[in-house]
């Protein structure tokens, strides 16, 4: 019996093992959905307690290791490495690139013989670890609530199945904002799991935002001293109520980015970081003003936004959006990025290093002497010239020391740096421009891909806006019609974008992204058809796994009144 996903209904509960009836599962249900499921002629189950072992190289241990830790987490015990003796059944994960010949694929069988793994890198058989850990049962609400676990030697049980699997598109990206809001070590090693039971693999992380610099650059203290903190941030919608007049901050030093990358790396995630330029540098300049075309000039406080503490000199923002005080491109700025960038790399072994480039207004530069001069003395048409030649100079500092930019699609204006990869978010048009002009596109539209956005249209807490239904991700193909063909090699995959203006703790975080993270790994991973019915039936399953993770989730997409009529704004606050 072939099928794609059907529901496997058979209860999983076995009588002598009744201490798990509890954790009874109804159906198969993987996310990302796998390519090719296929369940056997007679049904059957096969138990994993305490006893039972993982066999594998020693470069595959860490997949045996994620495995044993999830059961040990969330159902109590956890199983060891070693080989196999005798006929009781074991897991055992290998590399076969004879018998997987996809790129990061996989191959999953579980019978009486036991689990076996078969991936065509090391990679793919971390992500055959993901789909079995879906397969095990997966305690049913009132069982959470109670928070009752199976024996260890009882163990839980797995159904006979096959699977054959393996990704759609290379590059499969989630992005944290955590310059508008901090998010602790342990938070951000969270989301890094959540991004890997998603079978993704990378994480981009915004380091640098106006309302913050996160990462410590050693020659350059003031950054994370000054830059790290503000003394008060908007009640409410943009531009705010009123001001919380409280100092908050945070930033990682070296050894936890590093701590933070190897962590990621045992999970098959590069970490793309992202140094901010020339916008969006409203914390740098408050740390070295020098870099603002302006050093004297005092930091513009939008109208309407209530300020805490020092208005005076150059600060770091207290509300959210676009600011004029943007990078000079001056020597002095070349050199401090250029330095910045030299600790960067080491820490990041990622071919990336994502270098900003949207929401850079043009006003100081217009206004500038130094930047009017620089524009005639270069041949530059106008500001977009002065940013591309900005990113353009950016680009071969970084490509001679064997690295590759990627730019929000602003940097398409004013003529493209060479070799740079696009990420399109005002929508697809940058990325179907850049692609024609045979240059790699990440695709994180905001229609689809912005994770901050209400999911709900009577959405009860604050978000930025927009309305971005759980439906609506699910539909995405990162491949759009205009680039059929030839350029569609050019889209390397897509991103789900997760900014924190109204997102301050890691529950809300969870609640802007689940289930709508759920839905993106199949845009990324999974054939390009799709079936929002079988999505829905697997859903369930995945929102008693968010409970089991204690992940906290939006259960818009079961309240019809969801996507209802855009309610009427009163009194418009944004
Ligand atoms: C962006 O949302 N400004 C890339």
Not at 39 to 61: E, F, R, W
Not at 156 to 164: A, E, K
Not at 327 to 343: A, G, H, I, M, R
Not at 556 to 564: L, M, T, W
Request: proline share 6%.
């Amino acid at each position: 019996m072939k099928l794609l996903q059907s529901p496997f209904k058979k209860t999983l509960c076995i009588a002598a093992l009744a201490a798990i009836s509890c954790f009874a599962s109804a159906q198969v249900s993987i996310f990302p959905k796998p390519v090719e499921t296929t369940m056997p002629q007679t049904a059957g189950t096969l138990v994993i307690n305490s006893k039972t072992l993982i066999s594998a190289d020693a470069a595959l241990k860490n997949s045996g290791q994620f495995f044993s830790d999830y059961l040990k987490k969330y159902y109590g015990f956890g199983v060891s490495m070693g080989k196999k003796t005798g006929s009781a059944p074991a897991i055992d994960i290998s590399v076969d690139k004879s018998k997987v010949t996809h790129t990061d694929g996989y191959t999953l069988l579980i019978d009486k013989g036991g689990v076996h793994i078969s991936g065509n890198s090391p990679a793919g058989a971390f992500y055959g670890i993901q789909s079995l850990i879906q397969l095990l049962p997966v305690p049913d609400s009132a069982s959470l609530a109670s928070g009752r676990k199976p024996a260890a030697d009882a163990g839980v049980s797995v159904p006979y199945i096959s699977i054959n699997d393996y990704p759609r598109f290379a590059y499969r990206g989630m992005h944290l904002d955590v310059g508008r809001h901090f998010f602790t070590i342990p938070e951000v090693k969270k989301y890094i799991d959540y991004i890997a039971l998603h079978k993704m693999n990378r994480f981009h992380w915004h380091l640098t935002e106006d309302q913050g610099w996160r990462i410590e650059i050693k020659k350059y203290p003031k950054l994370t001293q000054v830059g790290a903190y503000r003394n008060g941030t908007i009640i409410g919608h943009f531009p705010g109520t009123g001001n919380d007049n409280t100092r908050s901050g945070g930033f990682y030093t070296q050894q936890q980015v590093k701590e933070i990358v190897a962590y990621a790396a045992d999970r098959y995630i590069t970490v793309v970081p992202e140094i901010e330029m020339p916008g969006h540098a409203s914390a740098a300049i408050a740390a070295y003003p020098e870099l603002s075309c302006f050093p004297n000039e005092n930091t513009k406080r939008p109208r309407g936004t209530v300020w805490s503490g020092d208005t005076t000199g150059k600060q770091v923002q207290q509300t959210w959006g676009v600011f004029p005080d943007v990078f000079c491109p001056s020597e002095k700025t070349f050199s401090f990025l250029q330095d910045v960038l030299d600790e960067i790399l080491p820490l990041f072994p990622s071919k990336y290093i994502h270098i900003g480039g949207d929401e850079c207004p043009k006003d100081n530069w217009k206004r500038s002497e130094f930047c009017q001069q620089l524009i005639k003395e270069k041949g530059l048409k106008d500001e977009h010239g002065l940013q591309s030649y900005f990113i353009q100079r950016i680009e071969k500092y970084l490509n001679s020391k064997g690295r590759s930019i990627i730019g929000w699609d602003e940097i398409l204006e004013g003529g493209l740096a060479p070799n740079a990869t696009v990420m399109s978010w005002r929508g697809e048009q940058g990325g179907i421009a850049a692609a024609k002009e045979n240059h790699d596109v990440i695709m994180t539209p905001s229609s689809y891909a912005y994770l901050d956005y209400s999911q709900s249209r009577v959405e009860d807490s604050l978000t930025i806006g927009g309305f971005l239904p759980l439906q609506k991700v699910y539909s995405y193909n990162p491949v759009p019609p205009a680039l059929a063909g030839e350029p569609e090699k050019h889209v390397l995959g897509a991103q789900g974008n997760l900014w924190t203006e109204y997102i301050a703790s890691m529950r809300k975080l969870e609640y802007q992204l689940f289930p709508r993270m759920t839905a993106l790994s199949e845009a990324v991973w999974s054939p390009a058809s799709k079936d929002w019915d079988n999505f829905q039936d697997r859903l369930r399953t995945q929102f008693l796994r968010y409970q089991l993770w204690g992940a906290s989730a939006s259960r818009a997409v079961y309240d019809p009144r969801s996507n209802g009529p855009a309610p009427q704004r009163q009194g418009g606050t944004q």
